[in-house]
């Protein structure tokens, strides 16, 4: 399984920004697909999850973030009202069985 990240960038405080993950190669295997991020300094924490028909979110992006997730591998993250310390590398991540994969990273900045 390969993924592809892509859509960050440097928006304002209060603005909105969509993350896409494009999955390739043996898409059929995964479970669940998840979206994690990394701010400096700090660990790499868990955003949100889908897992068939459940949905998950931090308790830091409830009720801003949407996670969508398609038939074909494809994955989203639609992130509204977005505050500074929003700021992150948000990696997609995949999971088939044991297996868990990794997407290159893609930089949100929200400056005030």
């Known amino acids: 399984v390969q993924l592809q990240a892509s859509g960050g960038g440097l928006v304002q405080l209060g603005e909105s920004l969509r993350l896409s993950c494009d999955g390739s190669?043996?898409?059929?295997?995964?479970?669940?697909m998840n979206w994690y991020r990394q701010a400096p300094g700090k660990e790499r924490e868990l955003v949100a999850l889908?897992?068939?028909?459940?949905r998950r979110y931090a308790d830091s992006v409830k009720g801003r973030f949407t996670i969508s997730r398609d038939s074909k591998g494809s994955l989203s993250l639609q992130m509204n009202n977005l505050k500074p310390e929003d700021t992150a590398v948000y990696y997609c991540?995949?999971?088939?069985?044991?297996?868990?994969?990794w997407g290159q990273g893609t930089l949100v900045t929200v400056s005030s």
């Open positions: 991540n995949a999971v088939a069985g044991d297996q868990s994969y």
């Open positions: 190669g043996r898409i059929f295997s995964i479970n669940g």
């Open positions: 889908s897992t068939g028909s459940i």
